[in-house]
């Protein structure tokens, strides 16, 4: 019997972690980010592979990568 499940918040893949499992055996290659949203709250979001993290960051962020590019262009002209 599954102790309980992780779920991947990008493509929804389940790690499930029985009981003779440890929590860091299941979610080997996992990643989870830690969103701090103040004081006492905070969200975990668990994540298969860099690309479902990514995906997931690029949806809640579209326009941070635009304007690291930017910025880098203008570094590149002086
Ligand atoms: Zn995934």
Redesign the pocket.
Known sequence: MPKGYFV?Y??G?RAELSTEERPCEVLSGWLTVSHWKGPGAVEHYN???FT?LKTWADAQAPKIPEAFLRAFEEEKDE
């Open positions: 991947c990008s493509c893949k994540f298969c592979s479902c």
